[in-house]
């Protein structure tokens, strides 16, 4: 993911300088998800990060989708589903 901007991952989740995410919510932009966190102390269990086709700010076209997980939780197929979209990612435990 090129320590959150450019590379080959998912790089896009709200961070300052990336694309905006497809939806404007707690899953997929960080500071919706810390804005909910503070004002109304609902923790994110975890983001959705999304792949542009590039690093165009303008860029709308989704590679595919991922979920971040918090530490010690990665992510993991769970081997059905399009592997290209966050709704086949679980968070598993190692």
């Not at 896009?12 to 004002?39: K, M, N, Y």
């Not at 165009?56 to 971040?68: G, M, N, Q």
Request: aromatic share 8%; glycine share 8%; net charge negative.
């Amino acid at each position: 993911m090129a320590h959150c901007y450019r590379g080959p991952g998912a790089n896009s989740f709200g961070g300052i300088g990336q694309q905006i995410p497809p939806t404007r919510d707690a899953h997929h932009d960080l500071q919706t998800a810390l804005e909910e966190w503070v004002e109304h102390g609902v923790a994110p269990d975890q983001l959705i990060t999304t792949k542009y086709v590039d690093d165009d700010a303008d860029t709308t076209t989704i590679v595919f989708t991922r979920k971040l997980c918090p530490y010690p939780s990665v992510a993991r197929y769970n081997q059905t589903g399009d592997p290209s979209t966050a709704e086949s990612i679980v968070c598993v435990t190692p």
